[in-house]
């Protein structure tokens, strides 16, 4: 079985930074994209950051200049790193993955557990 463990979250002042991590176990061939998505009450789940296994990356225009997002292939974990925390970064922080099992011959799609970020004073 493939699973994602998403970590990291927690209370922070607006200003302050944290780092969220993801690690993808199980019988895993190969991952693709890594990303991570959040979302906010009564919202829908938004794309954060994103980052192929060449390292390209996509950043949503909310977070750009604030977020880093950043993986290692060799532990099969995604980072994201947040600065400059604001309220409206408040929401439950998803990792996602396309990952391809051992046996199989498409890549599918992963989601972690989730974790609460806050931002408050």
């Known amino acids: 079985q493939v699973q994602l463990v998403d970590a990291g979250g927690g209370l922070v002042q607006p200003g302050g930074s944290l780092r969220l991590s993801c690690a993808a176990s199980g019988s895993i061939f190969s991952i693709n994209t890594m990303g991570w998505y959040r979302q906010a009450p009564g919202k829908q789940r938004e794309l954060v950051a994103a980052i192929t296994r060449g390292g390209n990356t996509n950043y949503a225009e909310a977070v750009k200049g604030r977020f880093t997002i950043s993986r290692d292939n060799a532990k099969s974990t995604v980072y994201l790193q947040m600065k400059s925390l604001k309220p409206e970064d408040t929401a439950v922080y998803y990792c996602?993955?396309?990952?391809?099992?051992?046996?199989?011959?498409?890549?599918?799609?992963?989601w972690g557990q989730g974790t609460q970020v806050t931002v408050s004073s």
């Open positions: 996602h993955a396309q990952i391809m099992g051992s046996g199989w011959y498409h890549f599918s799609d992963y």
